[in-house]
């Protein structure tokens, strides 16, 4: 390398807001000169690079969960490097770290914002997959949200990726019946074979629901979503009592302009929403609970109510009917 | 009242499954001679027969969270009765007692599935409302899911109903700005000035979504959905990071022979579903849990994962594009 390469710096910045699929040429590369790192900062050489779906969102404009990269800007990313100039005690030149350091061939970065890797320790590039933000995602949404347990059945979509078959073999582990989702024969024979999914159907079978009838015979408890679409209309209508939905994105949805028309989740991903489905009786005890709580306001006039009271059992049939539409006002009685 | 009178009992039953709203036509009326009760059993005289919209489900043949009433079969129902005759220690004529009893003038009913009330205490008739299934209801809702905090914004639909006028009293007594939805200027004024929610919207104004974002300056941090349709599309769209939406009906929809197209989350009620949005890094500390547990897993080989790795940083943008439509197999990396 010549003296003039050792001191450039090459930085991918975004030219202008893609639409539909990203295309190259709406990025460009630029130089500099390598920066000098002040106190608390380190200057690091780009090994490793991730690319990551989520990476679309911060293309456009539109409001998500973090801020979009500016045009102009050097595109986001995570990335393993290697330390050339330190300028706090934390660091030293040789250091191996991983941070978020945007795609670019050195990076200045604060120090708290890299964590330091033993070479001797799982190979480095495995901090920006398995070990890194997509294994990471894989394990808090089984442990957060999914919660397998032995003998359930999990369906993880874009499972040969690099959520979906962490997400997978963390249910297995668990002692869950696991099919994945993935797209063609070779995808589907990796998630069988190597990451010992019991089952992966294509996504692109002419009877997807029929498939996946057939891979979970006892209806499905938790679906770990990475896709959206076709795939997750099909996995909703299977869902089991009690299932678990961890949505962590909807990548089939992530190139066009405008969200798909039908049901369209991508808020709940975006807004980390929780919506759950709500039957009293699950919860019997709670009724005790509310009246011992509840009463005294009642007697106390300070819980109010309101009662619409329909004389004689043979109106019960109308009065089911203006409940329905709303012509009652206040807790439908029937007085015999 | 003649003795034959005395000595007989009118059922409601079911003659035939209504086609989109029910009809009084689709029931009937019999009459048989009151029965003794066996050991164990209680004769009880219905008082108060409740009403509720999750009664519409019971008349459908479709599977549901609980088995239809069949046709000539009893229709299902709350009632508080007061004890005729009691063939268990636990119940002596006099008493009063709420249980699921169907809507008849008289009813037959193990002693285990009766709750002896206080004529002392509240009103009878508040164990079919504000303190019985529907009371319960919003107090296991917001409990178990919505949990409103100080200071959050809460929006209730149908909330001069009998779950919905208790939910947000819970939420206001919780502190929560509370918001109601409601249909016409009369339960409007109700549920603002005698419930005293902060705010009441009219589910037939012309510019829903407008007056909703009016109400809810900062957005809606819990939605009790009650309703489903036009109403629950606005209201998702507003949803701050981290709502909770409780999920405990769609009265909406409950006449239709048919899903109605577009966004449909019934399932999420009948199966207790639980939805929930992911962003790895809100849970930063789950990433130094993962890196310990799986490290070793990394090193012994025993955790799979597979790589797609480009060379150059210049092929990165290209690299994004396939990310997105799958083209990758593995994780994929740029190799600097």
Redesign the interface.
């Known amino acids: 390398m010549t003296e003039a390469k050792l001191s450039t710096r090459?930085s991918?910045v975004l030219r202008r807001r893609p639409t539909g699929?990203?295309?190259?040429d709406?990025?460009e590369?630029v130089e500099d000169a390598l920066p000098e790192p002040a106190a608390g900062q380190v200057l690091t050489?780009?090994?490793?690079?991730?690319?990551?779906?989520y990476?679309?969102g911060r293309l456009s404009a539109a409001a998500s969960?973090a801020a979009p990269v500016e045009i102009g800007e050097v595109?986001t990313?995570e990335s393993v490097g290697e330390v050339l100039v330190s300028a706090d005690p934390r660091f030293a030149p040789g250091d191996f770290v991983v941070g978020s350091r945007g795609?670019?061939?050195h990076s200045l970065s604060p120090a708290s914002h890299l964590v330091k890797l033993d070479p001797a320790?799982?190979?480095l590039?495995?901090y920006?997959?398995?070990?890194g933000?997509?294994?990471?995602?894989a394990?808090?949404?089984m442990?957060?949200?999914g919660q397998p347990r032995s003998g359930e059945t999990v369906v993880i979509s874009?499972a040969?990726?690099?959520v979906g078959?962490?997400a997978g073999?963390i249910a297995r582990r668990a002692g869950a019946r696991v099919v994945g989702i993935a797209?063609g024969p070779?995808?589907g024979l990796?998630v069988q074979e190597?990451?010992?999914f019991d089952a992966c159907i294509d996504h692109r079978a002419m009877d997807l629901g029929g498939e996946i009838e057939a891979a979970c015979p006892t209806g499905i408890d938790v679906y770990f979503e990475n896709v959206g679409g076709e795939i997750q209309a099909e996995i909703?209508?299977r869902?089991?009592?009690?299932?678990?939905?961890?949505?962590?994105g909807m990548?089939s949805q992530?190139?066009s302009p405008k969200p798909p028309?039908?049901?369209?989740?991508m808020?709940?991903?975006?807004?980390?929403?929780?919506?759950?489905?709500?039957?009293?009786t699950?919860?019997p005890e709670?009724?005790a609970?509310?009246?011992a709580?509840?009463?005294p306001w009642?007697?106390d006039g300070s819980?109010?109510?309101?009662?619409d009271?329909?004389q004689g059992?043979?109106n019960?049939?109308?009065?089911?009917?203006g409940?329905?539409?709303?012509r009652?006002?206040?807790?439908?009685?029937?007085?015999?």
């Open positions: 090459r991918i699929a990203p295309h190259p709406d990025f590369t050489r780009t090994l490793w690079l991730s690319i990551d779906p990476m679309r969960y595109m990313g795609w670019q061939s320790g799982p190979p590039s495995t920006l997959g398995v070990l933000m997509p294994g990471v995602t394990y808090s949404g442990t957060d949200i874009a040969s990726g690099a078959s962490v073999q797209g070779e995808k990796y190597t990451l010992g909703f209508a869902l089991n009592p009690f299932a678990r939905v961890v949505m962590c990548v992530y190139n028309p039908g049901p369209n989740l808020f709940v991903v975006r807004q980390r929403v929780l919506i759950q489905g709500l039957i009293v699950d919860k709670r009724f609970e509310w009246r709580l509840a009463s009642v007697m819980l109010h109510y309101r009662e009271v329909v059992l043979e019960a049939p109308e009065a089911l009917a409940i329905l539409t709303g009652n006002f206040g807790k439908l009685l029937v007085k015999l």
